[in-house]
C-alpha cells in the first residue's frame, strides 16, 4: 500500500536543507548516527512497545519496566555497545527506571567522592551490574536543606565500624529512585558523629538488602534497615515505572571503610580529617553532574512536545472569521497559534545549544577537580543550577502549552503529551526545587556585584566586568531591524540582568542582617536570577550562529529560531527592561513588531524544523504527531484499541444504570 504523506506540502515548502539540519541539531554526523541507531533499535523490538503503559496498574507496570530494562541490558552486552550508546538506548526506551539512578548518580556520586582503594573496589562491580545502587540523600522532613539531614552516622571505634541510625520519622530516606524495590545498594547521606562531635553531611557507600548475594531468592532486608515504595505517583504509567523508595535505618552497623573518603576521613583511632585542598561542596558534586545531564536532555524532551503540537497544527483546519461554515484555515496559520507555539520550537533550539555549552563547561571542571583545581566550582553550580532551573520550568510550562495547542485531542493519551507532562514535571522538583536552585544563582550573582573591584567575574559573570557601561548607555535600537543583530540583542540582556542584579544587591546592603535580607527579597532574587539564566541561554545562541554551520539555509533558519527566542523574551519580561529603563516602550513595542514579522519568516519552515528532530513515532508515541500526519482514521483507530470499548456495556451498566431506566431506584 502506498504511503500518503499528509504533511507533504508542508514539507516542500522548507527553505533548509533538513538533513544538515538534522546533524546540527545532533551535535555531530556521529551523534546524529548513534542516536538515529539506538531510536531505531528501540522502535523495531517489539518488547519496548509503551502504547499500552497508561492503561496498566502499577504492579503490572512495574513489572512491564524490570522487562525492558532487563531486555535493554542485554542488548547492550549482545551487541556490545559502548556506555554511550547504552546511554541512548535507555532513553529511547523513555521509562524512568532504576538504571538511571544506578548509572546517573550512584556511579558517578561513587566516582567524585569515593578514594581512588574504594573507585577500584566498588566501581567494576557497580559497572558490571553485579550490585544496583540508587542515591539515598532526601529525608522526608529534609529536601532542599541538606544540613538539615538527621540521619547520623556514629564511629565506633572500638569495632571500627559506622552505626547508620535514623532518630526520628522525618529522618526517613524519602523519595530516593530504584530504592523502594530493586536496588541491592545506596550510597547514603547522614551526619558524621566522631567522639561526640558533629562533622556535617557525607556520603557513605552502604548495602541495605540480602539481594547483594545474588543467589538468595528472598529479597529481604537486612536486620534493622526497614525499605518501601513510597507510593502511586502523579498520572497513570508516567514516574510509577520507577520505585521512589523509603528507607529506614536502626542502629545499623558497616565498616568504617564505606565511607566515601575524597572529601574527608575518619582514621582507625578515631580522628576526623578533612583532606587538603578539597572542598566542602565536593559531597554536593553529583547534583552538579546530573544536573548537568538533565540541561543536556530537556530540548529533547520540549522538542519532543513541539514536534507534536507542530505537526498537529498544520493538518488540523479550523473556520476563518470571515466565514464559519468553510474550514480553511490550518490552525498554525493563526497568529495566536504562531505566537504560542514558534517560541516554543525556538527554545527548543536555544536549549540544545546551551545544553551542549554546559556538558563542555562540565567536562572542563570535571578534568580540573580530578586534579584538585576546584576555582571553578561555584561557577560550575551556578550554571547547572540555574539552567535547570530555568530549562525544565519552561519545558514543563512547554508541554502544558503544547497540550492546549492541539485542543481537546492534545488532552487525549493517544497525543503522547499527557503522560510527557507527568513523567516531566517532577525535574521541577527533583536534582534541587526550581526556586531553591535560582535562589542558589542569585547567591552567585549578587557576591560577584559585591567583590567588582576586588575580584575579577569570570565565565557567565565576565558581563559585570562593564558594570558602568551597562548601567548607563541604554538601548540604541531605533527600528525593528535594529532588533535583530546577536550583539544588540546580548546586550540587551547583560544590561537587563545587571541593572537587576545591581538594584538587589544595593537592596540588600541595606539589611543589618544579609541572611534576613535574602529572605525578604527571594522573590526578586529569584527574578535577578532568571535573568542571569536567560541571558547565558542568548548568549550561547549568538555564539553558535558565529560558528560555521554548514548547509543551505541552515543558519538562515537558526538566526530566526534565535532573534524569536530572545524577542519572545524581550517582549515577555518587557516589565523588567522598561523599569530598569535600557528600553523605552518604543523599542520595547519595535521588538514585538519585529518579532511578528519573525513568526512570518519561521512558518514555512516550521514542519522542517521539527522533521529536523529526527523523532521516530515509536519516541512520540503520538497519534496527532505521526510522521505521515494521517492523523484522523489513528484517531479514530485508538478509541477502539483502548480496552474500555472491548463492550458496550460496561460493568455496573445493569447494576446503576438499568435501575434509572426503569424507575427502580428504590431496590438499590
Ligand atoms: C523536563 C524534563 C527533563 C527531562 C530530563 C531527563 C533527565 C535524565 C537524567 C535523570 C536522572 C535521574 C533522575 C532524577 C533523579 C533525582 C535525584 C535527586 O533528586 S537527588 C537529591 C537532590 N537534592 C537536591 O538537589 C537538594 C537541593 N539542595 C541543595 O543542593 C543545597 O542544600 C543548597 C544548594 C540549597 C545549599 O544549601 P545551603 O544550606 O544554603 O548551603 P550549604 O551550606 O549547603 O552550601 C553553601 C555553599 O556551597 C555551595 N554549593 C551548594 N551546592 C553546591 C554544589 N552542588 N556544588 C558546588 N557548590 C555548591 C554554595 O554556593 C555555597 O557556596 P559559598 O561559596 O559559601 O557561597
Ligand atoms: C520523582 C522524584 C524523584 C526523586 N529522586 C530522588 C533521588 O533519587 N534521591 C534523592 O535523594 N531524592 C530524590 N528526590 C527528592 C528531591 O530531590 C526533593 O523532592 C527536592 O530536593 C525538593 O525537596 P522537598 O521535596 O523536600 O521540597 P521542599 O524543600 O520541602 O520544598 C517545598 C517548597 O518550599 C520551597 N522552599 C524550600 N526551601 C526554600 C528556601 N530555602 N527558600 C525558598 N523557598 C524554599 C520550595 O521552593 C517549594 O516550593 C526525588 C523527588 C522526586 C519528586
Not at 516550521?606 to 512520540?620: E, G, R, S
Request: glycine fraction near 6%; proline fraction near 4%; aromatic fraction near 10%.
Amino acid at each position: 500500500m502506498e504511503l500518503v504523506d499528509h504533511l507533504r506540502d508542508e514539507r516542500n515548502k522548507a527553505q533548509f536543507d533538513v538533513e544538515a539540519m538534522k546533524v546540527v541539531w545532533a551535535g555531530s554526523p556521529q551523534e546524529l548516527q548513534l542516536c538515529d541507531r539506538m531510536a531505531n533499535l528501540v522502535a523495531n523490538h517489539p518488547a519496548f512497545e509503551k502504547l499500552k503503559r497508561p492503561m496498566l496498574v502499577r504492579k503490572e507496570l512495574f513489572k512491564n519496566s524490570l522487562r525492558k530494562a532487563a531486555y535493554a541490558r542485554k542488548l547492550v552486552i549482545d551487541l556490545g555497545l559502548s556506555e554511550e550508546e547504552a546511554k541512548w538506548l535507555r532513553f529511547y526506551i523513555d521509562e524512568p527506571t532504576y538504571p538511571d539512578l544506578h548509572w546517573g548518580m550512584f556511579i558517578p556520586a561513587i566516582e567524585g567522592q569515593g578514594s581512588e582503594e574504594q573507585k577500584e573496589k566498588w566501581l567494576p562491580l557497580s559497572r558490571n551490574m553485579q550490585i544496583i545502587g540508587c542515591y539515598a540523600q532526601t529525608e522526608m522532613g529534609h529536601g532542599s536543606n541538606v544540613q538539615g539531614l538527621e540521619t547520623t552516622a556514629t564511629f565506633d571505634a572500638q569495632q571500627d565500624h559506622f552505626i547508620i541510625h535514623s532518630p526520628t520519622l522525618t529522618s526517613t530516606k524519602w523519595w530516593p529512585g530504584g530504592l523502594g524495590k530493586v536496588s541491592t545498594h545506596a550510597v547514603v547521606y547522614a551526619r558524621l558523629i566522631v567522639n561526640g562531635e558533629f562533622h556535617g553531611v557525607h556520603g557513605w557507600y552502604n548495602y541495605y538488602s540480602f539481594s547483594f548475594f545474588l543467589y538468595l531468592e528472598d529479597h529481604s532486608p537486612l536486620p534493622g534497615i526497614t525499605v518501601g515504595d513510597v507510593g502511586l505517583k502523579f498520572g497513570n504509567g508516567a514516574y510509577n515505572t520507577m520505585d521512589n523508595g523509603l528507607l529506614r535505618f536502626h542502629h545499623v552497623r558497616i565498616p568504617r571503610n564505606q565511607m566515601l573518603m575524597r572529601v574527608s576521613q575518619v582514621s582507625r583511632e578515631g580522628k576526623y580529617m578533612q583532606c587538603d585542598d578539597v572542598p566542602r561542596q565536593l559531597i554536593y558534586g553529583t547534583m552538579v553532574s546530573v544536573r548537568q545531564t538533565i540541561v543536556a536532555m530537556v530540548s529533547r524532551t520540549l522538542s519532543r512536545a513541539v514536534c507534536i503540537a507542530t505537526r498537529y497544527s498544520a493538518l488540523r483546519r479550523q473556520h476563518s472569521s470571515s466565514s464559519l461554515v468553510v474550514p480553511c484555515f490550518l490552525m498554525i496559520d493563526y497568529q495566536s497559534q504562531q505566537s504560542r507555539l514558534f517560541p516554543l520550537l525556538a527554545s527548543a533550539y536555544a536549549f540544545k545549544f546551551v545544553g551542549e555549552w554546559l556538558k563542555w563547561l562540565y567536562t572542563d571542571v570535571k578534568q580540573r577537580l580530578e586534579a584538585n583545581d576546584f576555582s571553578t566550582l561555584p561557577e560550575a553550580h551556578a550554571s547547572t543550577a540555574g539552567l535547570k532551573s530555568l530549562t525544565t520550568s519552561a519545558t514543563v510550562d512547554g508541554i502544558e502549552e503544547c497540550m492546549k495547542l492541539c485542543g481537546g485531542d492534545g488532552y487525549l493519551v493517544s497525543s503522547g503529551l499527557p503522560e510527557l507532562f507527568a513523567v516531566s514535571v517532577p525535574a521541577c522538583t527533583y536534582e534541587g526545587d526550581n526556586t531553591v536552585l535560582m535562589l542558589q544563582v542569585a547567591r552567585f550573582v549578587v557576591k560577584t556585584v559585591s567583590e567588582v573591584g576586588y575580584k575579577e567575574p569570570l565565565g557567565t559573570s565576565s558581563y559585570i566586568r562593564r558594570l558602568n557601561t551597562l548601567l548607563h548607555n541604554n538601548c540604541l535600537v531605533q527600528t525593528g531591524e535594529d532588533w535583530v543583530k546577536g550583539d544588540r540583542i546580548v546586550e540587551a540582556f547583560e544590561a537587563r540582568a545587571a541593572r537587576m542584579a545591581v538594584t538587589c544587591t544595593q537592596h540588600l546592603a541595606k539589611f543589618q542582617d544579609p541572611e534576613q535580607g535574602f529572605s525578604e527579597l527571594s522573590a526578586d532574587l529569584v527574578e535577578v536570577a532568571v535573568a542571569h539564566c536567560q541571558l547565558i541561554v542568548v548568549s550561547k545562541f549568538v555564539e553558535k550562529l558565529a560558528q560555521d554551520i554548514p548547509g543551505k539555509g541552515v543558519k538562515e533558519a537558526l538566526e530566526v529560531l534565535c532573534y524569536v527566542y530572545a524577542l519572545f523574551l524581550v517582549h515577555k519580561h518587557q516589565g523588567d527592561f522598561l523599569v530598569t529603563g535600557y528600553l523605552t516602550p518604543k523599542q520595547a513595542s519595535l521588538a514585538n513588531r519585529q518579532l511578528r514579522i519573525l513568526y512570518s519568516r519561521l512558518r514555512p519552515n516550521a514542519i522542517a524544523l521539527v522533521d529536523a528532530f529526527n523523532h521516530t513515532d515509536h519516541y512520540l508515541s503520538s497519534v496527532v504527531g505521526r510522521y505521515d500526519g494521517n492523523v484522523y482514521p489513528n484517531l479514530y483507530q485508538a478509541a477502539f484499541n483502548d480496552p474500555f470499548n472491548d463492550s458496550h456495556v460496561p460493568d455496573g451498566y445493569h447494576q446503576y444504570i438499568h435501575p434509572i431506566l426503569n424507575q427502580t431506584l428504590a431496590k438499590l
